[in-house]
């Protein structure tokens, strides 16, 4: 009886073991199977160290990219030229705009049947590949970036980076002395941080409106220049008595160095942060590169050229997108984005918060649409009601200011926002107007697909 109940509490002991083992496993397995089957080595998931997608296609079912059984692009130099920046170059100093939380759904992964679920590995992007290419031509030889993005819905339409290359056939970038592709590994609507100069003025506006209860009402004197002690604001014209509708359309920065200082450095602060023009935003997984506004403790003449969008202003082209869509959409626009599908998972807009009211981005809108009526000419953009500020950023003595141009259209059939910046390439409106509107033109026609 002894022996039989020794090896009874043996059995049970190893029982108890074994199930607790059991146990232990089947907990560590609800908790890393995912990891387990997704590692970066992991041939179900990666191949030569990429995802393997089957393919990456535009909005329209071009495809863009296809992973098996090698790695191609586009069909021709100009489109893998124009994609490149959100698909990641063959050597991999260009990472894809879009980050690997896409992997999970287009690997059909699931915690019952784990990959057994795989299904067609395809991800649709929002962009479409004819705009980028109108886009990049439009750029011509200008670095810089051109967006689209829809602010009802968040989805990108245009997103190109220049200088870029094709894919299929890199330059040597070692012996390469033109500077012409200085910069090309940068992402720049995503990672790019820009002096905005003038376009600016639209934050200056926004805090304004929300701040002083009576800027409708006042008026500001421009003599052409503004003395501050030994400094001094410069404005490119001599404007006389400006209400602050005409010192945006004229682009005063007498008046704009006076709204500033009315508004003052901490609320121009605010204004800026809260428009998120300070912060990152995770687009699709990818961090985008802040913007920066910085007056802690500043001179008045540092306050005025703040808010004309020079001293230490830097804005990232996303940020600023994002800006525009909130205006077009009364205080309030879509967050935007580039995947609109990755197997399972399936793109949702999702709405800023209110960032100011919805008086103050009529307020805006109005001022806008008079900027283009009265400065940029509407002629250059038939059909198509376009709101927008021009801005020519000064960037260092002997170098061509950068043109910045950023706005929406005003319409409900073809809610677009955008925004341009050509590095050194002179006036904003001259140069950066055409150009936006031959890509509002290409993405109108996009929507009507
Ligand atoms: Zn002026």
């Given at each position: 009886m002894k022996k039989i109940s020794r090896r009874g509490i043996a059995v049970l002991l190893l029982t108890l073991v074994l199930t607790a083992g059991m146990v232990l496993f089947l907990f560590t397995w609800t908790q890393n199977a995912k990891d387990w089957l997704l590692f970066s080595g992991s041939p179900h998931v990666y191949r030569d160290g990429r995802p393997a997608l089957t393919q990456v296609k535009d909005r329209?079912?071009?495809?863009?990219?296809?992973?098996?059984p090698a790695l191609a692009y586009g069909d021709t130099p100009l489109r893998r030229a124009a994609t490149m920046h959100l698909l990641g170059d063959r050597s991999g100093n260009i990472p894809p705009a879009?980050?690997?939380?896409?992997?999970l759904p287009l690997t059909g992964y699931?915690?019952?049947n784990g990959l057994a679920g795989a299904g067609e590995r395809v991800l649709t992007l929002t962009i479409s590949a004819r705009v980028q290419e109108t886009a990049l031509q439009a750029l011509g030889n200008h670095k810089g970036t051109v967006a689209v993005y829809?602010?009802?819905?968040?989805?990108?339409l245009c997103a190109v980076t220049s200088p870029t290359f094709d894919p299929d056939s890199p330059p040597d970038l070692t012996t390469?002395?033109?500077?012409?592709?200085?910069?090309?590994?940068?992402?720049r609507f995503l990672h790019g941080r820009y002096t905005?100069?003038?376009?600016f003025k639209l934050v200056t506006t926004t805090a304004a409106m929300e701040y002083v209860p009576d800027i409708f009402a006042r008026t500001f004197i421009c003599e052409g220049e503004m003395e501050f002690g030994v400094d001094k604001v410069i404005c490119?014209?001599?404007?006389g008595e400006v209400d602050v509708k005409t010192a945006l359309a004229k682009s005063c920065n007498c008046a704009f160095a006076q709204i500033a200082l009315l508004v003052g450095a901490e609320n121009l602060t605010k204004t800026a942060e809260s428009l998120g023009l300070t912060s990152t935003f995770t687009v699709d997984g990818i961090t985008t590169a802040k913007g920066q506004f910085d007056l802690s403790a500043d001179a008045p003449v540092n306050v005025a050229w703040a808010g004309i969008g020079q001293y230490t202003d830097l804005v990232n082209p996303y940020a600023f997108l994002r800006f525009m869509g909130t205006i077009a959409g009364g205080g309030q626009g879509a967050e935007p984005y580039f995947v609109r599908r990755a197997g399972s998972y399936m793109a949702k807009t999702t709405l800023t918060p209110q960032l100011f009211s919805q008086e103050t981005a009529n307020g805006l809108t109005a001022f806008m649409q008079n900027n283009v009526n009265?400065?940029?000419?509407a002629w250059q953009f038939p059909d198509i009601e376009v709101c927008a500020k021009s801005g020519t950023a000064e960037v260092g003595e002997g170098l061509l200011p950068h043109a910045t141009f950023a706005g929406f259209c005003a319409n409900d059939a073809f809610p677009l926002a955008f925004v341009v910046v050509a590095e050194n390439a002179g006036a904003g409106s001259d140069i950066c107007a055409p150009i936006a509107a031959k890509v509002l033109h290409a993405c109108v026609e996009e929507l009507a697909r």
């Open positions: 329209d079912g071009e495809t863009l990219l296809s992973y098996s879009f980050s690997q939380e896409y992997l699931d915690a019952i829809n602010y009802e819905t968040g989805e990108i390469d002395l033109t500077g012409a592709y200085d910069g090309v590994y940068l992402n905005p100069g003038s376009i490119a014209g001599n404007h009265t400065i940029y000419g």
